[in-house]
């Protein structure tokens, strides 16, 4: 089975431009996380989604930052505009309810120039 | 916040030794995690532990659930060098039911 998908794996980009990140749940799972890495402040959760309804956003650094969940089998985490210290890895998670094990992907390795 | 710590924050070991983390907090959780972590990938999930005292295996790797609900241990019996990674813990807290509780991790690596 094909686990949690993240597009891309790798983005260089410029101070102030877009960035769109994509994912894709495991099949079945009912809430997907939206977590950010970086060394000085490891995994941070940024936003959750459970049925495709944004539950909690505390963790969104600031209005820059906005993420959607059309449907149950995509999510995206949008950047607008772009800084240096967004640079990170983003990671995508899910699992079956919030409460239950999750599951992450590979990560969007992002890097703001 | 709910806060995790795990020690050590790193470790160097040679290999076929035994490894010993653990992951404390002052706040009663209901379920412990343990994920691997390998460079340039995503935290992969090596064992779940959903009872006070609970005493799990998965291969060479061992993990205990803390009987106070406050800390969590993993052990990995004869190292090798594919051990090396970042191993997070991370929590459900007991009064919240909703979200996981990452710990900062404890980087390992494995001398030949």
């Known amino acids: 089975d094909a686990g949690v998908i993240q597009s891309p794996r790798h983005e260089v980009t410029e101070m102030g431009q877009e960035v769109t990140l994509r994912c894709k749940p495991i099949?079945?799972?009912?809430?997907l996380f939206w977590y950010r890495q970086t060394m000085m402040r490891g995994l941070e959760l940024l936003i959750y989604f459970n049925n495709n309804v944004p539950i909690d956003d505390s963790g969104m650094p600031e209005d820059r930052f906005s993420a959607k969940m059309p449907n149950a089998s995509f999510s995206t985490l949008k950047i607008q505009p772009s800084e240096p210290r967004d640079s990170a890895v983003y990671f995508c998670?899910?699992?079956?309810?919030?409460?239950?094990?999750?599951?992450f992907g590979p990560g969007t390795r992002l890097l703001v120039l | 916040g709910q806060q995790l710590n795990q020690s050590p924050q790193s470790m160097f070991i040679q290999e076929g030794e035994d490894v010993s983390m653990n992951c404390t907090s002052s706040?009663?959780?209901?379920?412990w995690l343990w994920y691997k972590q390998e460079p340039g990938e995503g935290p992969v999930l090596l064992i779940a532990?959903?009872?006070?005292?609970e005493l799990t295996s998965n291969g060479r790797l061992t993990a205990q659930f803390g009987i106070t609900r406050k800390d969590s241990f993993l052990n990995i019996s004869a190292s090798i060098p594919s051990d090396v990674g970042i191993y997070f813990c991370?929590?459900?807290?007991?009064?919240?039911?909703?979200?996981?509780?990452f710990g900062p991790g404890t980087r390992l690596s494995v001398l030949p």
């Open positions: 532990l959903y009872k006070a005292g």
């Open positions: 706040s009663i959780f209901n379920t």
């Open positions: 998670a899910s699992s079956f309810q919030p409460q239950e094990t999750q599951y």
């Open positions: 991370a929590g459900q807290l007991a009064n919240y039911g909703q979200n996981f509780v």
């Open positions: 099949s079945g799972h009912n809430s």
